[in-house]
């Protein structure tokens, strides 16, 4: 009996530990994921949660680049000052791989920086639609950037999340960048699906494993990227709500 009072206590214990973990901390963390490249993850409240949104640097001779901004607006600041101080490096580009507000709602104060900002001209066409932030210089289709000593491409396969989601490919380092397109393993369902096309979704990620097989990482949007099961997960919650819708 008393030993079921001392493991009920630890776990409740634990339990006001974690609760104030999320009142206090979770801002703005950072992994490094291998080499020069860092997965950041901010939060915002979704329901009655805080829920994270990752997204990624590369650190490179040429200064900084970003793929994607901090979702928490109190970090835009704090995201420079943490590469400034840990790298020795400014950010000079920073790439939104769709309009949403968890990938654009830094493009504005980061120009303002001076950081060149990027986004497909079809991600910008919702953006203005949708009044979300823009970038100062759009890409036409799929391109290659060099910055640096680095390498990647941007490649849009096709609607799924949004109409405009694209993703970025490291062809030497074999990581794929699938901001919410690629649903983390640790998704329960499609999560927002406002402006998802659910009936094109499966056949754009079958583009993009044909198109790089084998990735060493896959960077998802949402929650836990460390499973690169990941698109296989997508392609398996695609076909549960199809199950449920008929
Ligand atoms: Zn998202």
Redesign the pocket.
Known sequence: MMRFVIIMSLLSLGYVGSANAQALGHKLEISHLTGDFYVYTTYQKYGDQLFP?NSMYLVTKAGAVLFDVPWDSTQFQPLLDSIAIKHHQKVVLCLATHY?E??TGALEFYKQKGIKTYTTRQTDLLSQQHKEHRAQYLMDGDTTFTIGQYTFQTYYAGAG?SADNIVVWFPKEKILYG??LIKSVEAKDLG?LSDAHVGAWAKTIKKIQHKFPKPKYIIT??QDWTDTRSMEHTLYLIKQYQRKQQ
Do not use: I, Y
Request: neutral net charge; glycine residues 20%; proline residues 0%.
């Open positions: 949104s949403h968890d990938r999340h901001g919410c927002n949007g949402h």
